[in-house]
Protein backbone atom coordinates (compact mmCIF):
# COMPACT_ATOMS: atom_id res chain seq x y z
CA UNK A 1 0.00 0.00 0.00
CA UNK A 2 1.68 3.21 -1.14
CA UNK A 3 1.23 6.29 1.48
CA UNK A 4 -0.68 9.28 0.56
CA UNK A 5 3.11 11.28 -0.21
CA UNK A 6 4.48 8.45 -1.74
CA UNK A 7 6.14 10.06 -4.98
CA UNK A 8 5.93 7.28 -7.28
CA UNK A 9 2.12 6.67 -6.48
CA UNK A 10 1.71 10.31 -7.61
CA UNK A 11 3.59 9.60 -10.44
CA UNK A 12 1.10 6.47 -11.26
CA UNK A 13 -1.71 8.46 -10.89
CA UNK A 14 -0.23 11.01 -13.31
CA UNK A 15 0.45 8.20 -15.53
CA UNK A 16 -3.00 7.35 -15.97
CA UNK A 17 -4.92 10.67 -15.04
CA UNK A 18 -6.71 9.99 -18.52
CA UNK A 19 -8.58 6.81 -16.50
CA UNK A 20 -9.99 9.56 -14.25
CA UNK A 21 -11.00 12.33 -16.64
CA UNK A 22 -12.60 9.27 -18.84
CA UNK A 23 -14.61 8.49 -15.06
CA UNK A 24 -15.38 11.97 -14.80
CA UNK A 25 -16.49 12.26 -18.50
CA UNK A 26 -18.68 9.53 -18.03
CA UNK A 27 -20.26 10.27 -14.63
CA UNK A 28 -20.72 13.90 -15.88
CA UNK A 29 -22.34 12.90 -19.36
CA UNK A 30 -24.56 9.90 -17.64
CA UNK A 31 -25.88 13.03 -14.97
CA UNK A 32 -26.56 15.19 -17.57
CA UNK A 33 -28.89 13.01 -19.50
CA UNK A 34 -30.39 11.41 -15.76
CA UNK A 35 -31.00 15.00 -15.29
CA UNK A 36 -33.41 15.63 -18.44
CA UNK A 37 -35.18 12.02 -17.67
CA UNK A 38 -35.52 13.04 -14.07
CA UNK A 39 -36.58 16.61 -15.16
CA UNK A 40 -39.02 15.53 -17.29
CA UNK A 41 -40.34 12.78 -15.05
CA UNK A 42 -40.33 15.45 -12.41
CA UNK A 43 -42.65 17.87 -14.12
CA UNK A 44 -44.87 14.79 -15.52
CA UNK A 45 -45.72 13.42 -12.13
CA UNK A 46 -45.95 16.63 -10.60
CA UNK A 47 -48.32 18.25 -12.13
CA UNK A 48 -50.22 15.09 -11.99
CA UNK A 49 -50.05 15.27 -8.69
CA UNK A 50 -51.06 19.02 -7.99
CA UNK A 51 -53.78 18.41 -11.29
CA UNK A 52 -57.16 17.92 -8.76
CA UNK A 53 -58.06 14.51 -10.71
CA UNK A 54 -58.12 11.75 -8.53
CA UNK A 55 -56.90 9.42 -10.83
CA UNK A 56 -53.74 10.72 -12.20
CA UNK A 57 -52.88 11.90 -8.19
CA UNK A 58 -52.98 7.91 -7.53
CA UNK A 59 -50.89 7.13 -10.41
CA UNK A 60 -48.22 9.89 -9.11
CA UNK A 61 -48.62 8.84 -5.53
CA UNK A 62 -47.60 5.36 -6.47
CA UNK A 63 -44.40 6.01 -8.44
CA UNK A 64 -43.16 8.63 -5.88
CA UNK A 65 -44.04 5.89 -2.96
CA UNK A 66 -42.75 2.88 -4.96
CA UNK A 67 -39.40 4.65 -6.24
CA UNK A 68 -38.47 6.22 -2.64
CA UNK A 69 -38.94 4.01 -0.30
CA UNK A 70 -36.80 1.24 -2.35
CA UNK A 71 -33.24 1.55 -2.70
CA UNK A 72 -31.66 3.12 -6.12
CA UNK A 73 -28.99 -0.13 -6.64
CA UNK A 74 -32.03 -2.27 -6.40
CA UNK A 75 -34.02 -0.68 -9.50
CA UNK A 76 -30.67 -0.54 -11.13
CA UNK A 77 -30.21 -4.51 -10.71
CA UNK A 78 -33.75 -4.95 -11.59
CA UNK A 79 -33.15 -3.30 -14.54
CA UNK A 80 -30.17 -4.30 -15.79
CA UNK A 81 -31.03 -8.57 -15.03
CA UNK A 82 -34.13 -8.15 -16.37
CA UNK A 83 -32.95 -6.94 -19.80
CA UNK A 84 -29.65 -8.33 -19.69
CA UNK A 85 -31.67 -12.35 -18.75
CA UNK A 86 -34.45 -11.54 -21.40
CA UNK A 87 -31.79 -10.73 -24.12
CA UNK A 88 -32.29 -7.50 -24.64
CA UNK A 89 -29.38 -5.79 -22.93
CA UNK A 90 -28.94 -2.29 -23.31
CA UNK A 91 -25.63 -1.36 -22.09
CA UNK A 92 -24.23 -0.10 -18.56
CA UNK A 93 -24.32 3.19 -19.35
CA UNK A 94 -27.97 3.45 -21.13
CA UNK A 95 -29.82 1.58 -18.48
CA UNK A 96 -27.73 3.53 -15.58
CA UNK A 97 -29.28 6.57 -17.39
CA UNK A 98 -33.15 5.40 -17.08
CA UNK A 99 -32.88 3.81 -13.30
CA UNK A 100 -30.82 7.09 -12.20
CA UNK A 101 -33.46 9.57 -14.27
CA UNK A 102 -36.69 7.20 -12.85
CA UNK A 103 -35.52 7.58 -10.05
CA UNK A 104 -34.52 11.14 -9.11
CA UNK A 105 -37.65 11.38 -11.25
CA UNK A 106 -39.63 10.61 -8.23
CA UNK A 107 -37.58 13.20 -5.78
CA UNK A 108 -38.13 16.12 -8.59
CA UNK A 109 -41.97 15.00 -8.59
CA UNK A 110 -42.51 15.63 -5.01
CA UNK A 111 -40.37 18.92 -5.17
CA UNK A 112 -42.74 20.62 -7.79
CA UNK A 113 -45.24 18.85 -6.08
CA UNK A 114 -44.14 20.93 -2.77
CA UNK A 115 -43.50 24.00 -5.02
CA UNK A 116 -46.75 24.05 -6.40
CA UNK A 117 -48.52 23.41 -3.37
CA UNK A 118 -47.20 26.12 -1.92
CA UNK A 119 -48.66 29.10 -4.17
CA UNK A 120 -51.98 30.28 -2.86
CA UNK A 121 -55.40 29.07 -3.77
CA UNK A 122 -56.39 32.15 -5.01
CA UNK A 123 -54.06 32.69 -7.44
CA UNK A 124 -55.34 29.48 -9.02
CA UNK A 125 -58.72 30.84 -9.15
CA UNK A 126 -57.87 34.15 -9.97
CA UNK A 127 -55.50 32.99 -13.21
CA UNK A 128 -59.29 30.61 -13.74
CA UNK A 129 -61.53 33.65 -13.29
CA UNK A 130 -59.49 35.12 -16.06
CA UNK A 131 -60.08 32.00 -18.64
CA UNK A 132 -56.53 30.81 -18.62
CA UNK A 133 -56.69 27.45 -19.58
CA UNK A 134 -54.87 25.12 -17.97
CA UNK A 135 -51.42 25.33 -19.52
CA UNK A 136 -51.85 29.35 -19.80
CA UNK A 137 -52.37 29.18 -16.00
CA UNK A 138 -49.28 27.11 -15.06
CA UNK A 139 -47.67 28.86 -17.95
CA UNK A 140 -47.77 32.46 -16.90
CA UNK A 141 -49.06 32.33 -12.72
CA UNK A 142 -48.52 29.01 -11.47
CA UNK A 143 -44.47 28.10 -12.19
CA UNK A 144 -43.10 32.16 -12.60
CA UNK A 145 -44.05 31.90 -8.96
CA UNK A 146 -42.86 28.66 -8.13
CA UNK A 147 -39.65 27.95 -9.81
CA UNK A 148 -38.17 30.23 -6.60
CA UNK A 149 -39.69 27.49 -4.20
CA UNK A 150 -38.91 24.71 -6.29
CA UNK A 151 -34.88 25.41 -7.46
CA UNK A 152 -33.28 25.24 -4.35
CA UNK A 153 -34.10 21.49 -3.61
CA UNK A 154 -33.41 20.58 -7.14
CA UNK A 155 -30.40 21.94 -6.97
CA UNK A 156 -29.99 19.39 -4.09
CA UNK A 157 -30.90 16.52 -6.06
CA UNK A 158 -28.54 17.22 -8.50
CA UNK A 159 -26.22 16.79 -6.18
CA UNK A 160 -27.31 13.78 -4.90
CA UNK A 161 -27.48 12.76 -8.86
CA UNK A 162 -24.29 13.37 -9.47
CA UNK A 163 -23.22 11.08 -5.98
CA UNK A 164 -25.55 8.12 -7.39
CA UNK A 165 -23.75 7.44 -10.51
CA UNK A 166 -21.22 5.62 -8.04
CA UNK A 167 -24.27 3.10 -8.18
CA UNK A 168 -23.38 1.56 -11.56
CA UNK A 169 -20.51 -0.17 -9.98
CA UNK A 170 -22.72 -2.78 -8.86
CA UNK A 171 -23.27 -3.88 -12.78
CA UNK A 172 -19.83 -3.47 -13.53
CA UNK A 173 -20.06 0.97 -14.63
CA UNK A 174 -18.14 3.29 -15.90
CA UNK A 175 -18.38 6.10 -13.70
CA UNK A 176 -15.93 7.70 -11.55
CA UNK A 177 -16.16 5.85 -8.39
CA UNK A 178 -15.55 2.25 -10.75
CA UNK A 179 -13.07 3.57 -12.17
CA UNK A 180 -10.66 4.51 -9.92
CA UNK A 181 -11.56 1.22 -8.04
CA UNK A 182 -10.46 -0.94 -11.27
CA UNK A 183 -7.71 1.65 -11.34
CA UNK A 184 -6.48 0.93 -7.22
CA UNK A 185 -7.05 -2.79 -7.89
CA UNK A 186 -5.71 -3.53 -11.44
CA UNK A 187 -2.77 -5.74 -12.53
CA UNK A 188 -0.49 -2.87 -14.15
CA UNK A 189 -1.98 -0.05 -12.29
CA UNK A 190 -2.87 -1.37 -8.76
CA UNK A 191 -1.80 -0.01 -5.40
CA UNK A 192 -1.62 3.67 -5.22
CA UNK A 193 -4.67 4.14 -3.50
CA UNK A 194 -4.61 6.67 -1.24
CA UNK A 195 -3.64 9.36 -4.45
CA UNK A 196 -6.64 8.01 -6.35
CA UNK A 197 -8.94 8.11 -4.01
CA UNK A 198 -8.11 11.43 -3.52
CA UNK A 199 -7.86 12.79 -6.75
CA UNK A 200 -11.77 10.70 -7.16
CA UNK A 201 -13.25 12.08 -4.16
CA UNK A 202 -11.73 15.74 -5.11
CA UNK A 203 -13.36 15.79 -8.37
CA UNK A 204 -16.59 14.86 -6.75
CA UNK A 205 -15.70 17.76 -4.22
CA UNK A 206 -15.54 20.05 -6.90
CA UNK A 207 -18.33 19.25 -8.91
CA UNK A 208 -21.00 19.21 -5.93
CA UNK A 209 -19.15 21.47 -3.45
CA UNK A 210 -20.94 24.94 -5.66
CA UNK A 211 -24.19 23.72 -6.50
CA UNK A 212 -24.79 22.04 -2.64
CA UNK A 213 -23.81 25.78 -1.38
CA UNK A 214 -25.49 27.73 -4.10
CA UNK A 215 -28.53 25.42 -3.00
CA UNK A 216 -27.99 26.27 0.57
CA UNK A 217 -27.24 30.19 0.21
CA UNK A 218 -30.10 30.38 -1.85
CA UNK A 219 -32.54 28.46 0.23
CA UNK A 220 -30.99 30.53 3.43
CA UNK A 221 -32.14 33.74 1.28
CA UNK A 222 -35.54 32.67 0.56
CA UNK A 223 -36.18 31.70 4.10
CA UNK A 224 -35.70 35.31 4.89
CA UNK A 225 -37.78 37.11 2.68
CA UNK A 226 -40.01 34.99 3.44
CA UNK A 227 -39.93 36.19 7.37
CA UNK A 228 -39.59 39.47 5.93
CA UNK A 229 -42.97 39.34 4.22
CA UNK A 230 -44.19 37.56 7.34
CA UNK A 231 -43.17 40.43 9.27
CA UNK A 232 -44.60 42.85 7.18
CA UNK A 233 -47.96 41.16 6.62
CA UNK A 234 -48.06 41.05 10.47
CA UNK A 235 -47.33 44.58 10.95
CA UNK A 236 -49.80 45.83 8.26
CA UNK A 237 -52.30 43.51 9.37
CA UNK A 238 -51.68 45.24 13.20
CA UNK A 239 -52.12 48.68 11.81
CA UNK A 240 -55.41 48.24 10.32
CA UNK A 241 -56.77 46.12 13.78
CA UNK A 242 -55.65 49.37 15.95
CA UNK A 243 -57.08 51.54 13.82
CA UNK B 1 -45.30 -20.66 -17.20
CA UNK B 2 -42.59 -23.60 -15.85
CA UNK B 3 -39.73 -20.70 -15.43
CA UNK B 4 -42.21 -18.55 -12.82
CA UNK B 5 -43.39 -21.48 -11.10
CA UNK B 6 -39.60 -22.93 -10.53
CA UNK B 7 -38.53 -19.26 -9.73
CA UNK B 8 -41.73 -19.04 -6.89
CA UNK B 9 -40.39 -22.31 -5.65
CA UNK B 10 -37.26 -20.80 -4.46
CA UNK B 11 -39.23 -18.44 -2.43
CA UNK B 12 -40.35 -21.76 -0.52
CA UNK B 13 -37.47 -22.99 0.41
CA UNK B 14 -36.57 -22.39 4.26
CA UNK B 15 -32.82 -22.29 4.01
CA UNK B 16 -33.09 -19.62 1.58
CA UNK B 17 -35.88 -17.43 3.16
CA UNK B 18 -34.01 -17.88 6.51
CA UNK B 19 -30.71 -16.73 4.61
CA UNK B 20 -33.13 -13.21 3.10
CA UNK B 21 -34.44 -12.50 6.69
CA UNK B 22 -31.22 -12.46 7.92
CA UNK B 23 -30.30 -10.03 5.63
CA UNK B 24 -33.13 -7.75 6.74
CA UNK B 25 -32.04 -7.89 10.02
CA UNK B 26 -28.77 -6.80 9.15
CA UNK B 27 -30.04 -4.35 7.25
CA UNK B 28 -31.99 -3.08 9.74
CA UNK B 29 -29.72 -3.15 12.24
CA UNK B 30 -26.67 -1.14 10.32
CA UNK B 31 -29.16 1.04 9.65
CA UNK B 32 -30.25 1.68 13.12
CA UNK B 33 -26.65 1.87 14.37
CA UNK B 34 -25.31 3.77 12.50
CA UNK B 35 -28.07 6.71 12.50
CA UNK B 36 -27.67 6.20 16.42
CA UNK B 37 -24.16 7.00 16.34
CA UNK B 38 -24.60 9.29 13.65
CA UNK B 39 -26.79 11.63 15.94
CA UNK B 40 -24.58 11.19 18.64
CA UNK B 41 -21.59 12.67 16.00
CA UNK B 42 -23.52 14.76 14.06
CA UNK B 43 -25.04 16.70 17.35
CA UNK B 44 -21.33 17.38 17.99
CA UNK B 45 -20.20 18.31 14.90
CA UNK B 46 -23.76 20.72 14.84
CA UNK B 47 -22.88 22.00 18.03
CA UNK B 48 -19.04 22.73 17.09
CA UNK B 49 -19.97 24.16 13.98
CA UNK B 50 -23.03 26.29 15.62
CA UNK B 51 -21.78 27.63 18.27
CA UNK B 52 -17.49 27.86 18.27
CA UNK B 53 -17.67 31.04 16.73
CA UNK B 54 -14.80 32.99 19.65
CA UNK B 55 -11.77 33.38 18.11
CA UNK B 56 -10.03 30.78 19.89
CA UNK B 57 -12.41 27.80 19.05
CA UNK B 58 -13.00 29.19 15.41
CA UNK B 59 -10.50 26.48 14.27
CA UNK B 60 -12.83 23.69 15.40
CA UNK B 61 -15.67 25.12 13.34
CA UNK B 62 -13.66 25.18 10.62
CA UNK B 63 -12.95 21.67 10.67
CA UNK B 64 -16.41 20.36 11.97
CA UNK B 65 -17.50 22.57 8.48
CA UNK B 66 -14.62 21.11 6.46
CA UNK B 67 -15.72 17.61 7.90
CA UNK B 68 -18.99 17.94 6.90
CA UNK B 69 -19.01 19.62 3.21
CA UNK B 70 -16.66 16.70 2.56
CA UNK B 71 -18.69 13.95 3.40
CA UNK B 72 -21.80 15.61 1.56
CA UNK B 73 -20.37 16.19 -1.39
CA UNK B 74 -18.64 13.02 -2.16
CA UNK B 75 -20.30 9.91 -2.61
CA UNK B 76 -20.95 6.83 -0.20
CA UNK B 77 -19.18 4.38 -1.88
CA UNK B 78 -15.96 6.27 -1.99
CA UNK B 79 -15.48 6.26 1.39
CA UNK B 80 -17.02 2.88 1.66
CA UNK B 81 -13.67 1.81 -0.57
CA UNK B 82 -11.86 4.23 1.56
CA UNK B 83 -12.28 2.96 5.25
CA UNK B 84 -11.82 -0.65 3.72
CA UNK B 85 -8.29 0.33 3.36
CA UNK B 86 -7.40 2.62 5.35
CA UNK B 87 -9.88 2.62 8.95
CA UNK B 88 -7.65 0.15 11.25
CA UNK B 89 -9.52 -3.05 12.65
CA UNK B 90 -9.65 -4.00 15.81
CA UNK B 91 -7.73 -7.53 16.14
CA UNK B 92 -9.89 -8.51 19.05
CA UNK B 93 -13.16 -8.29 16.40
CA UNK B 94 -11.41 -10.77 14.04
CA UNK B 95 -13.75 -13.95 14.40
CA UNK B 96 -16.87 -15.47 13.58
CA UNK B 97 -19.96 -14.06 14.83
CA UNK B 98 -23.20 -12.91 13.94
CA UNK B 99 -23.20 -16.32 11.27
CA UNK B 100 -20.66 -14.14 9.48
CA UNK B 101 -17.18 -15.29 8.88
CA UNK B 102 -14.29 -13.65 10.51
CA UNK B 103 -13.64 -12.06 6.80
CA UNK B 104 -17.35 -10.79 6.35
CA UNK B 105 -17.40 -9.08 10.23
CA UNK B 106 -14.28 -7.75 9.42
CA UNK B 107 -15.91 -6.18 5.74
CA UNK B 108 -19.18 -5.34 7.79
CA UNK B 109 -17.06 -3.09 10.53
CA UNK B 110 -14.98 -0.93 8.02
CA UNK B 111 -18.32 -0.81 5.79
CA UNK B 112 -20.81 0.25 8.74
CA UNK B 113 -17.95 2.32 9.75
CA UNK B 114 -18.11 4.76 6.33
CA UNK B 115 -21.71 4.66 6.70
CA UNK B 116 -21.56 5.51 10.27
CA UNK B 117 -18.94 8.65 9.23
CA UNK B 118 -21.45 9.46 6.00
CA UNK B 119 -24.82 9.21 7.58
CA UNK B 120 -23.50 11.37 10.60
CA UNK B 121 -22.67 14.48 8.18
CA UNK B 122 -26.29 14.63 7.27
CA UNK B 123 -27.30 14.26 10.29
CA UNK B 124 -25.33 16.86 11.67
CA UNK B 125 -26.86 19.12 9.13
CA UNK B 126 -30.02 17.91 10.25
CA UNK B 127 -29.33 18.43 13.56
CA UNK B 128 -28.25 22.26 12.54
CA UNK B 129 -32.10 23.34 11.32
CA UNK B 130 -32.96 22.00 14.26
CA UNK B 131 -30.68 24.01 16.99
CA UNK B 132 -31.35 27.39 14.78
CA UNK B 133 -35.35 26.42 15.12
CA UNK B 134 -34.75 27.22 18.62
CA UNK B 135 -35.62 30.80 19.36
CA UNK B 136 -32.70 33.12 20.21
CA UNK B 137 -34.44 33.96 23.35
CA UNK B 138 -34.57 31.00 24.48
CA UNK B 139 -30.63 31.56 25.27
CA UNK B 140 -31.15 34.43 26.84
CA UNK B 141 -33.87 33.56 28.60
CA UNK B 142 -31.34 30.87 30.12
CA UNK B 143 -28.74 32.86 30.77
CA UNK B 144 -30.86 35.50 32.76
CA UNK B 145 -31.62 32.40 34.84
CA UNK B 146 -27.95 31.72 35.74
CA UNK B 147 -27.41 28.74 33.42
CA UNK B 148 -24.18 28.56 32.21
CA UNK B 149 -23.62 27.64 28.36
CA UNK B 150 -23.30 24.38 28.57
CA UNK B 151 -25.98 23.95 30.87
CA UNK B 152 -28.44 25.58 28.63
CA UNK B 153 -27.31 23.16 25.66
CA UNK B 154 -27.90 20.76 27.50
CA UNK B 155 -31.39 21.68 29.76
CA UNK B 156 -33.12 24.01 27.33
CA UNK B 157 -31.88 24.19 23.96
CA UNK B 158 -31.03 20.22 22.63
CA UNK B 159 -34.33 18.81 24.25
CA UNK B 160 -36.17 21.12 22.27
CA UNK B 161 -34.06 21.27 18.95
CA UNK B 162 -34.43 17.30 19.05
CA UNK B 163 -38.62 17.68 19.75
CA UNK B 164 -38.27 19.80 16.38
CA UNK B 165 -35.96 17.17 14.34
CA UNK B 166 -37.67 13.79 15.21
CA UNK B 167 -39.72 13.50 12.15
CA UNK B 168 -36.77 14.44 9.94
CA UNK B 169 -34.49 11.72 11.83
CA UNK B 170 -37.05 9.03 10.95
CA UNK B 171 -36.54 9.91 6.99
CA UNK B 172 -33.24 9.29 7.89
CA UNK B 173 -33.59 6.36 9.10
CA UNK B 174 -35.03 5.63 5.75
CA UNK B 175 -32.58 7.17 3.33
CA UNK B 176 -30.06 5.02 5.48
CA UNK B 177 -31.96 1.53 5.04
CA UNK B 178 -31.28 2.37 1.22
CA UNK B 179 -28.03 3.55 1.68
CA UNK B 180 -27.00 0.59 3.75
CA UNK B 181 -27.81 -1.37 0.36
CA UNK B 182 -24.58 0.36 -0.98
CA UNK B 183 -22.22 -2.71 1.35
CA UNK B 184 -23.71 -4.94 -1.32
CA UNK B 185 -20.77 -3.86 -3.41
CA UNK B 186 -18.34 -5.12 -1.02
CA UNK B 187 -20.22 -7.74 1.21
CA UNK B 188 -22.71 -10.41 1.38
CA UNK B 189 -24.13 -9.55 4.92
CA UNK B 190 -27.54 -7.58 4.05
CA UNK B 191 -30.69 -7.69 1.70
CA UNK B 192 -29.22 -6.58 -1.52
CA UNK B 193 -26.28 -8.32 -1.52
CA UNK B 194 -27.93 -11.56 -0.45
CA UNK B 195 -31.00 -11.39 -2.88
CA UNK B 196 -28.33 -10.68 -5.52
CA UNK B 197 -25.95 -13.63 -4.39
CA UNK B 198 -28.91 -16.05 -4.67
CA UNK B 199 -30.05 -14.18 -8.17
CA UNK B 200 -26.51 -15.63 -9.44
CA UNK B 201 -27.41 -19.03 -8.11
CA UNK B 202 -30.70 -18.58 -9.22
CA UNK B 203 -29.94 -22.02 -11.26
CA UNK B 204 -29.30 -24.72 -8.38
CA UNK B 205 -32.99 -23.93 -6.99
CA UNK B 206 -35.59 -22.75 -9.73
CA UNK B 207 -35.06 -26.75 -11.63
CA UNK B 208 -34.99 -25.59 -14.90
CA UNK B 209 -30.99 -25.47 -14.43
CA UNK B 210 -30.43 -21.72 -16.04
CA UNK B 211 -31.18 -18.46 -14.72
CA UNK B 212 -34.24 -16.61 -16.51
CA UNK B 213 -36.24 -13.50 -16.39
CA UNK B 214 -38.64 -14.81 -14.01
CA UNK B 215 -36.30 -15.27 -11.16
CA UNK B 216 -34.85 -11.84 -11.44
CA UNK B 217 -38.53 -10.57 -11.34
CA UNK B 218 -38.97 -13.21 -8.32
CA UNK B 219 -35.92 -12.36 -6.48
CA UNK B 220 -34.96 -8.80 -6.62
CA UNK B 221 -39.05 -7.94 -6.72
CA UNK B 222 -39.48 -10.00 -3.24
CA UNK B 223 -36.63 -7.47 -2.00
CA UNK B 224 -38.42 -4.59 -3.61
CA UNK B 225 -41.53 -5.57 -1.41
CA UNK B 226 -39.28 -6.03 1.87
CA UNK B 227 -37.53 -2.60 1.56
CA UNK B 228 -41.06 -1.18 0.70
CA UNK B 229 -42.31 -2.31 3.45
CA UNK B 230 -40.07 -1.69 5.86
CA UNK B 231 -39.73 2.49 4.04
CA UNK B 232 -42.97 3.14 3.41
CA UNK B 233 -44.43 2.01 7.34
CA UNK B 234 -41.40 4.68 8.49
CA UNK B 235 -42.62 7.06 6.12
CA UNK B 236 -46.41 7.00 6.99
CA UNK B 237 -45.56 7.42 10.64
CA UNK B 238 -43.27 10.75 9.61
CA UNK B 239 -46.29 11.47 7.44
CA UNK B 240 -48.98 11.00 10.93
CA UNK B 241 -45.87 13.19 13.02
CA UNK B 242 -46.11 16.12 10.48
CA UNK B 243 -49.22 16.16 9.99
CA UNK B 244 -49.78 15.94 13.90
CA UNK B 245 -47.47 17.59 15.88
CA UNK B 246 -46.95 16.91 19.48
CA UNK B 247 -46.33 20.40 20.19
CA UNK B 248 -48.89 22.82 18.68
CA UNK B 249 -46.57 25.48 16.79
CA UNK B 250 -46.02 28.95 18.59
CA UNK B 251 -48.61 30.68 16.92
CA UNK B 252 -51.45 28.34 17.11
CA UNK B 253 -50.63 28.01 21.04
CA UNK B 254 -50.94 32.41 20.93
CA UNK B 255 -54.09 31.91 19.53
Given amino acids: ?243 | MSTLEGSLSILKNPAILSYIFKGVAFTLIISVVAVGIGVLLGSVLALVRNYCTTKKTRIFKWLATAYIEIFRNTPLLLWIFICLVFFPFPEFLSKKMFGLTSVEVKLLFKGATALILFTSSIIAEIVRGGLNSVAQGQFEAGHSQGFNTVQIMIYIILPQAYRNIVPTLLSQVITTIKDSSYLANIAVIELMSRVKTLLSAANKYNGTGSVNVSDVFVLLGAAAIIYFIINFTLSSIVRYMQKHPRIPKAAERAA
Fill in chain 1, 1 to 243: MDGLFSITAWEKVWTYRSTFLLGLYNTSRMALFALILSLVLGIIFGLMATSGKKYLEVISRVYVEVIQNTPLILQLCFLYYALAFSGKSLGIVVTGIISLGIYHGAYMAEVVRAGIGAIPKGQFEAAESQGFNYVEKMYFIILPQSIKIILPPMVNQIVNLIKNTSCLYIIGGADLISLTYSFVTGATTGGAYAPAYLVSGLLFFIVCFPLSTLASIWENSLKKRELKTAEAVKTISEGVVTK
